[in-house]
């Protein structure tokens, strides 16, 4: 059954667009890696706190907002909150996890 999927031509297009979408989604988070280890610097040239919860979660009502689907709410929720972990951890190196639940 394995084999027949890997002649398949409309499945092969698939699972390349689908690794297209991955490679594009690597560089956004590592773009936005980027701009978040600017912020930092930023705040702490300026004694800035390191962490903004207010912030975060106005991001995630912006998502939520803006998200027309086919992802469901929950589903927007829980990438937002699981990139935010990510970054956390790249940038400050904090253990990935998502925030508690307010």
Do not use: C
């Amino acid at each position: 059954m394995a084999n027949e999927i890997t002649n398949d031509a409309a499945a092969r297009d698939l699972r390349d667009a689908i690794t297209k979408a991955d490679l594009d989604l690597l560089a956004l988070i590592n773009h936005r890696i980027q701009l978040v280890q600017r912020l930092r610097d930023h705040k702490v040239k300026n004694g800035y706190p390191m962490v903004d919860p207010a912030r975060e979660d106005w991001l995630i009502n912006e998502l939520l907002a803006a998200n027309s689907g086919p992802i469901s709410d929950a589903g927007v929720r829980a990438f937002a909150e699981h990139v935010i972990a990510l970054v956390k951890a790249e940038v400050y190196g904090e253990e990935i996890s998502p925030r508690p639940k307010a």
